[in-house]
């Protein structure tokens, strides 16, 4: 008796030294692994990388931003079903466990022990919280030393964080596959929704993925991807979190992903939203813009921006056509599968309705083609195969640009097109614009391009904007980067500097040939009007401005000195420091659309400064704004209390006064007259009140048009990207002009008819709409003309150098003597 008790207290000590030995050797080696820890009270103060989004005027989505596609979402505001879905997937017992869940963890390692020597990966018994652990503070190394720190880590954070906080850290990091970070991101991405619209299918597939993303994607493993989903909706069902009749339906449902695609495409707003994006990283800087969470609202209309595309598009395509047809895109063997051949040629993805297609057979009347296949999520090409016809009445604009049918409209369809032929193509539309099913119209990618910018005047918002053709062909923006000669479209500026000098509307010019000495070794410079040969004599301002006469602009640009014009110049914006040369007095010098409608603008508001803007205000990821456009005062706008027959509020306009509101107004109404008489008369089908002007360049290069309503400003510009001549004839009036008018017709269709806004101050005369003198009763065509305080129509002229017949010159003078210049001043009658 006594050895045995002797035996078992032996026993007894040495298993109590074996206790303490492998207490202190578990001490030791949590010790050992926690004084390397990384420090967990970071995930308090954690800004994952959230994705800038981009939002139109009306709040629609434009553009999304980031190097992880990621919305933070917070634990409130995810549905019961989306954390159910997670919890059933990943860690049923999350709220119940300290960090560790030791079942799933022997579970775990008797798998180990079964799979050793079969070189497969080890499965993990993490909890929810252990994955917090390793995606923010540690690696994705498989080894037991990681997984020690994981566990260690959890028990920490456990003690550290509640439990929703944490469950909030682990849905808006995990990784879901397709560049979606995050449940918000994914339920976008895969199904386009938000998490409040997701099904108990959607969610449940969503849950499935944070296992293996890449192994589970809709398309190429459909099969596993749906096997898995349904796992996840058994594992809800066996939990009690959904009923048998929606786990029933939930497995039945197809699974379905919506690809959202290039979200600018909606508006045809690719390259106002990548004008927005280079704002965004110029202001501050990469890692704000792809990781900072911003929210940008832009001042983008839809659907002015649609209207100004397809406007544009119209324009530049009906230029391109009547020039003829150049040929194909491509050329391809049809022999096979012919949808998998044109699926591989790359066909430009923002001009729809536009398509690519191939012909398979031709004969007189049509050819049969085939229309490029898309292709499904995964990046396979679809097996449908499209047919449609082009008739020869699609194909009447296409004549030759060579040979000897050069210039003839085709008799055939044959003539123009060949088997093998890879082409654009569109609907064909009957007389009451419907599309006619399965024929189809040869287009061609226009070499012209140009662009459009529409600008609200009274505080610069840039409402539309189009930078060329296509976006998916050039990224370049004609309408921001590209600088050009705005030809006569200047002259407006040049026009206010004398109206701000004593010079008015009725102020009679000489139009006559002119010769500049520039000076020795320069020769002599003899500008002419773009019609040449062809003078008008004593021309007021007002019908020199409406037929853009180029001598009268450069006399006048002697009188009153280019410095000044320079500065005026500048104080539009137009340019930052003009040549104090007279050819630059007729638009020789290059700016940006987005410079000349600016410049309108401030014409179209009554001289005040405008700046151009893209956005109306950012707010960072909490909602604070960092940035905000308008930043007049509103005086009485915030009511905390509400309404109590207060004063209304009143906007404090501190904007700099660029140019007299009467000179603004003046020059308005000598622009009226262009659209009314002069070179932009196309525009008058408008129908409303607009002022604009046109211009052309030297050898016809360049041609445009700037036009605006009382609130509206459109500037239109066409060009070849490397300057060339655009053709006999190709003037702003006849190029720009008719693209601006058609955007016009649609963007103030809803519109009343508002007249020009009238400035205190400014007299109304009538005048003789061709001598500008004083109208006398029973004088014919007359005008109403606008004047400020202190001038007047004049009654009689002097006229200087006139030849006489000895070749003296002499002065004929009816009026007060002139300056010492030999000018004489507005409303004495001066003839220049």
């Given amino acids: 008796m006594r050895l045995l008790l002797r035996f078992f207290g032996f026993l007894f000590a040495a298993g109590t030294i074996v206790f303490l030995v492998g207490v202190a050797a578990v001490a030791g080696l949590i010790w050992?692994?926690?004084?390397?820890?990384?420090?967990?009270?970071?995930?308090?103060?954690?800004?994952?990388?959230v994705m800038t989004r981009v939002h139109a005027s009306d709040g629609s989505l434009l553009a999304e931003y980031a190097k992880e596609r990621r919305l933070y979402l917070p634990i409130q505001a995810v549905p019961k079903l989306v954390i159910n879905a997670f919890l059933a997937a990943e860690d049923k017992n999350f709220y119940e466990h300290g960090g560790i869940d030791y079942q799933g963890m022997g579970r775990?390692?008797?798998?180990?022990?079964?799979?050793?020597?079969?070189?497969?990966?080890?499965?993990?018994?993490?909890?929810?919280?252990?994955?917090?652990?390793?995606?923010?503070?540690?690696?994705?190394?498989?080894?037991f030393t990681r997984k020690i720190k994981e566990a260690l880590l959890a028990m920490r954070i456990e003690r550290a964080y509640s439990k929703d906080k944490i469950l909030e850290l682990y849905l808006n990091e995990i990784y879901l596959g397709l560049g979606a970070y995050g449940i918000a991101a994914a339920s976008l991405v895969y199904f386009d929704k938000s998490v409040n619209e997701l099904t108990v299918s959607e969610a449940a597939y969503l849950a499935a993925l944070p296992k293996a993303p890449s192994s589970l994607h809709p398309v190429k493993n459909h099969d596993r991807a749906v096997e898995r989903r349904n796992y996840v909706i058994d594992r809800l069902l066996e939990n009690g979190w959904i009923s048998q009749a929606d786990a029933d339906k939930a497995r039945k449902s197809p699974l379905t992903v919506t690809n959202r695609g290039n979200l600018a495409h909606t508006f045809a707003g690719e390259y106002f939203a990548e004008e927005v994006r280079r704002d965004i990283f110029e202001r501050y800087g990469e890692k704000k813009l792809y990781e900072g969470g911003l929210s940008v609202r832009t001042t983008l209309d839809p659907k002015l921006q649609v209207e100004a595309r397809k406007t544009m598009?119209?324009?530049?395509?009906?230029?391109?056509?009547?020039?003829?047809?150049?040929?194909?895109?491509?050329?391809?063997?049809?022999?096979?599968?012919?949808?998998?051949?044109?699926?591989?040629?790359?066909?430009?993805?923002?001009?729809?309705?536009?398509?690519?297609?191939?012909?398979?057979?031709?004969?007189?009347?049509?050819?049969?083609?085939?229309?490029?296949?898309?292709?499904?999520?995964?990046?396979?090409?679809?097996?449908?195969?499209?047919?449609?016809?082009?008739?020869?009445?699609?194909?009447?604009?296409?004549?030759?640009?060579?040979?000897?049918?050069?210039?003839?409209?085709?008799?055939?369809?044959?003539?123009?097109?060949?088997?093998?032929?890879?082409?654009?193509?569109?609907?064909?539309?009957?007389?009451?614009?419907?599309?006619?099913e399965g024929q189809y119209r040869l287009r061609q990618i226009p070499e012209v391009s140009g662009a459009m910018v529409a600008m609200d005047p009274w505080t610069g918002r840039v409402l539309a904007m189009v930078g060329g053709f296509s976006f998916d062909q050039s990224q370049f923006n004609r309408a921001t980067q590209a600088y050009r000669q705005p030809g006569s479209s200047f002259k407006p500026l040049v026009y206010s500097a004398a109206m701000d000098n004593g010079y008015t509307p009725s102020t009679v010019v000489i139009d006559a040939p002119i010769e500049i000495d520039q000076g020795q070794g320069v020769?002599?410079?003899?500008?002419?009007?773009?019609?040449?040969?062809?003078?008008?004599?004593?021309?007021?301002?007002?019908?020199?401005?409406?037929?853009?006469?180029?001598?009268?602009?450069?006399?006048?640009?002697?009188?009153?000195?280019?410095?000044?014009?320079?500065?005026?110049?500048?104080?539009?914006?137009?340019?930052?420091?003009?040549?104090?040369?007279?050819?630059?007095?007729?638009?020789?010098?290059?700016?940006?659309?987005?410079?000349?409608?600016?410049?309108?603008?401030?014409?179209?508001?009554?001289?005040?400064?405008?700046?151009?803007?893209?956005?109306?205000?950012?707010?960072?990821?909490?909602?604070?704004?960092?940035?905000?456009?308008?930043?007049?005062?509103?005086?009485?706008?915030?009511?905390?209390?509400?309404?109590?027959?207060?004063?209304?509020?009143?906007?404090?306009d501190r904007r700099e006064q660029v140019l007299d509101p009467m000179t603004a107004y003046q020059i308005t109404s000598m622009m009226e007259g262009v659209?009314?008489?002069?070179?932009?008369?196309?525009?008058?089908?408008?129908?409303?009140?607009?002022?604009?002007?046109?211009?052309?360049?030297?050898?016809?290069?360049?041609?445009?048009?700037?036009?605006?309503?009382?609130?509206?400003?459109?500037?239109?510009?066409?060009?070849?990207?490397?300057?060339?001549?655009?053709?006999?004839?190709?003037?702003?009036?006849?190029?720009?002009?008719?693209?601006?008018?058609?955007?016009?017709?649609?963007?103030?269709?809803?519109?009343?008819?508002?007249?020009?806004?009238?400035?205190?101050?400014?007299?109304?005369?009538?005048?003789?709409?061709?001598?500008?003198?004083?109208?006398?009763?029973?004088?014919?065509?007359?005008?109403?003309?606008?004047?400020?305080?202190g001038t007047a129509p004049p009654d009689n002229y002097s006229v200087i150098g006139v030849a006489d017949a000895d070749g003296r010159q002499q002065q004929q003078q009816a009026a007060p003597p002139p300056d010492d210049r030999g000018f004489f001043r507005p409303g004495t009658g001066g003839l220049y």
Avoid at 32 to 49: A, G, M, T
Avoid at 110 to 138: C, D, E, M, W
Avoid at 418 to 431: A, H, Q
Avoid at 565 to 573: D, N, P, S
């Fill in 523 to 652: 020769g002599v410079w003899r500008p002419e009007n773009y019609s040449t040969g062809k003078y008008y004599g004593p021309t007021t301002l007002r019908n020199a401005l409406q037929r853009s006469l180029n001598t009268v602009t450069v006399r006048l640009a002697q009188d009153i000195g280019m410095p000044l014009i320079g500065e005026y110049a500048k104080r539009f914006g137009v340019y930052d420091d003009l040549p104090n040369y007279l050819s630059y007095a007729l638009g020789a010098g290059e700016t940006t659309v987005m410079r000349m409608v600016t410049a309108y603008s401030m014409f179209a508001n009554g001289g005040r400064r405008v700046k151009a803007t893209l956005i109306d205000r950012i707010q960072d990821r909490y909602g604070h704004t960092i940035f905000k456009h308008d930043q007049r005062e509103c005086r009485g706008c915030e009511a905390p209390e509400g309404w109590h027959n207060q004063p209304e509020p009143q906007l404090v």
């Fill in 313 to 436: 598009v119209a324009g530049l395509v009906r230029y391109d056509e009547a020039r003829g047809w150049r040929g194909p895109v491509h050329k391809l063997d049809i022999s096979g599968d012919w949808g998998v051949k044109l699926a591989d040629v790359k066909a430009l993805a923002d001009i729809t309705p536009w398509r690519m297609a191939v012909v398979l057979e031709t004969s007189d009347q049509s050819a049969r083609i085939g229309l490029q296949p898309g292709r499904e999520l995964g990046g396979a090409i679809s097996k449908q195969r499209e047919t449609g016809l082009v008739t020869l009445e699609g194909v009447k604009w296409a004549k030759p640009t060579s040979g000897p049918s050069r210039g003839k409209t085709p008799r055939t369809v044959s003539d123009v097109l060949s088997p093998g032929d890879v082409v654009y193509v569109d609907p064909l539309l009957d007389k009451d614009g419907k599309a006619i």
């Fill in 108 to 143: 775990a390692a008797l798998l180990y022990a079964q799979n050793i020597g079969t070189n497969r990966r080890p499965q993990g018994a993490s909890t929810i919280t252990q994955q917090v652990a390793k995606n923010f503070l540690l690696t994705n190394e498989v080894s």
């Fill in 675 to 789: 659209v009314q008489a002069g070179t932009a008369t196309v525009v008058r089908e408008v129908g409303k009140p607009i002022a604009g002007k046109t211009g052309t360049t030297n050898d016809e290069k360049d041609a445009w048009f700037i036009g605006f309503s009382p609130d509206l400003v459109v500037g239109v510009y066409f060009g070849y990207d490397k300057p060339r001549n655009l053709g006999r004839g190709a003037t702003g009036g006849h190029l720009a002009a008719p693209v601006a008018k058609d955007f016009f017709k649609l963007a103030l269709a809803d519109k009343p008819a508002v007249p020009f806004r009238v400035p205190a101050g400014i007299k109304l005369i009538r005048v003789d709409a061709k001598s500008g003198m004083r109208a006398g009763p029973g004088d014919g065509r007359t005008i109403l003309e606008a004047f400020k305080p």
């Fill in 32 to 49: 050992h692994f926690s004084k390397d820890l990384p420090d967990y009270s970071q995930l308090q103060d954690y800004e994952p990388p």
